[in-house]
């Protein structure tokens, strides 16, 4: 095991669940400066999540950011994960994601998912599922929607603002929660869920 990764006590311990009550934040696109706790992402927890093993990130910029991505990109694991991703509007999700992305090989422009909550990429063999939940009023939306399919089925999906599809989206098998800073920095728990997670955890420097 690498150093710096924490593994909870035994018997394992469960997660506070999800209260379905979202933290208020500034209005949608306008870049927000977190006003919450330090540590936003105890409110922002899944259900029935069971921590495997935890560790903070430190990014002070987003070149740092950049770095941790294409270090993830590395991880052979990754190829079928799902990868949750949690924070305020403007923590980085999105930024993070299109770094993953670029140093998995994936060309041209990027888009964001915030209106067709869902952009498909293909980097080399690797599907890559990037989700924005942000706009779902209801869970349910993701069933509808039919992507049950896509989490069924090999490849990398990320997922921003998973709690919206809280009660419908399996266990993530990491969790990322970034706080962002009054400056450019951002502080980032990842939480492994399963043994797919711990793996990509024990390998990613962070
Ligand atoms: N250390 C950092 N890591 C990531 N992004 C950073 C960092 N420092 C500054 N940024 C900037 O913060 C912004 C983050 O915006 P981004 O769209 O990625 O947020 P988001 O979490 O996806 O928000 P939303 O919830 O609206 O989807 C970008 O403009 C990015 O350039
Ligand atoms: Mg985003």
Sequence with gaps: MRPGLQLPPQPRQTQTPWTGHARPGPPRGRQGTWGGPAFPWEDTTLVHATILGTRT??????????????????????????????????????????HLLRALGVAGRIKSPSYAVLEPHQAGELAVSHFDFYRFADPQEWADAGFRDIF???????????????????????????APAADESRQVRADANTETGLRLLEAWPG
């Design 57 to 98: 990130l430190h990014w002070p910029d987003e070149a740092a950011c950049a770095d941790s991505a294409g270090r993830l990109a590395r991880q052979p694991t990754l190829h079928d994960a799902f990868i949750a991703l949690h924070g305020p509007l403007g923590a980085g999700k999105t930024t993070f994601v299109r």
């Design 152 to 178: 069924a089925a090999p490849g990398l999906k990320l997922v921003e603002w998973p709690e919206k599809a809280a009660g419908m989206l399996p266990v993530a098998d990491l969790d990322l929660h970034l």
